[in-house]
Nanobody
Framework: QLQLVESGGGLVQPGGSLRLSCAAS????????IGWFRQAPGKEREGVSC????????NYRDPVKGRFTISRDNAKNTVYLTMDKLKPEDTAVYYC????????????????????WGKGTLVTVST
């Protein structure tokens, strides 16, 4: 069974850090491009960051540039999203998604359909 499973969410104070993980089972992540998305309460889902299958290309949406870092460890079949300097507006359910067909070269990546989705992990930034 092909699955993506996110973990690492939780409650953190503003200015704090978290690292989210996206682990794959049933397929190898080095064959796909990975995107992180988030959905805040009452808002539409939005793209956050993506990374190419080789890890050589990354993209970040403006709200997270300079604060979030996406990386991958293909040996562990896992992609990470390290989030620093967290703000209350970063509060959302974070999802990872995989695609074989859409390249991570621009923000248009987030507008395309993904092949696989995880179920999400909740990040709450609050005092």
């Amino acid at each position: 069974q092909l699955q993506l499973v996110e973990s690492g969410g939780g409650l953190v104070q503003p200015g704090g850090s978290l690292r989210l993980s996206c682990a794959a089972s049933g397929f190898t992540l080095d064959q796909v491009n990975i995107g992180w998305f988030r959905q805040a309460p009452g808002k539409e889902r939005e793209g956050v960051s993506c990374i190419s299958s080789s890890g050589g290309r990354t993209n970040y949406r403006d709200p997270v540039k300079g604060r979030f870092t996406i990386s991958r460890d293909n040996a562990k079949n896992t992609v990470y999203l390290t989030m620093d300097k967290l703000k209350p507006e970063d509060t959302a359910v974070y999802y990872c998604a995989a695609t074989k067909w859409v390249a991570c070269v621009a923000s248009s990546f987030y507008d395309y359909g993904m092949d696989y989705w995880g179920k999400g992990t909740l990040v709450t930034v609050s005092t």
